[in-house]
């Protein structure tokens, strides 16, 4: 059972989180949903189509902030349900060991993880889908990828900030043959 939390509470006004953004690193989650075999096998990478405070369209993982007395957990479960909606039903691992950790800088060229608004700290996951997904928040379209297909060029070239690589890692920790 997840612990109830106050997100109104936990959560700072524009002003406040601009100036938290400009002193100090923040907390995010870098979520690969994922659907698999009944043998374990990496099948599909789910990538949802996000539409830019710029105007752009690209591909993305899922991603979020951790508020302020939120479990990591219940972070993930809360990012999962708002980008895939209430039936996606993830398997949240069971060890909350990332399988990396990211650093994104307003300057692309510190890691090249680039988030124009912030230094973030973000702790990266595969997670297991199983259910019926449907976008929702600002997410326009999720796609389901064959691990090919979301490894290709073009689809790479769609992602933003990094995120293809993140996939690629999630996928390659995963066993995936990329």
């Given amino acids: 059972m997840t612990a109830e939390i106050d997100a109104q509470a936990a959560w700072l006004g524009s002003h406040e989180m601009d100036a938290a953004r400009q002193r100090l690193p923040m907390v995010y ?17 789910g990538l949802l189509l996000r539409g830019t405070p710029s105007g752009e369209i690209s591909r993305s993982i899922i991603t979020g902030r951790v508020l302020y007395g939120e479990r990591v957990r219940d972070a993930m479960v809360r990012h999962i349900e708002k980008d895939l909606g209430p039936v996606a039903f993830p398997r949240i691992p ?11 800088f307003p300057d692309a060229a510190v890691t090249g993880f680039h988030d124009p608004r912030q230094h973030a700290v973000a702790l990266a996951y595969a997670v297991v ?25 073009q689809i790479r070239s769609e992602m933003l900030g990094g995120h293809d690589r993140v996939m690629r890692a999630a996928l390659a920790h995963m066993g995936a043959q990329l």
């Fill in 29 to 45: 989650l870098n979520i690969v949903p994922v659907r698999v075999s009944s043998a374990g096998e990496v099948t599909h990478v």
């Fill in 129 to 153: 889908v199983t259910g019926d997904c449907q976008p929702s928040q600002d997410a326009l379209e999720l796609t389901w990828l064959t691990i090919k297909d979301a490894s290709s060029e």
């Fill in 94 to 104: 069971v060890s909350l060991q990332p399988f990396d950790v990211f650093e994104y």
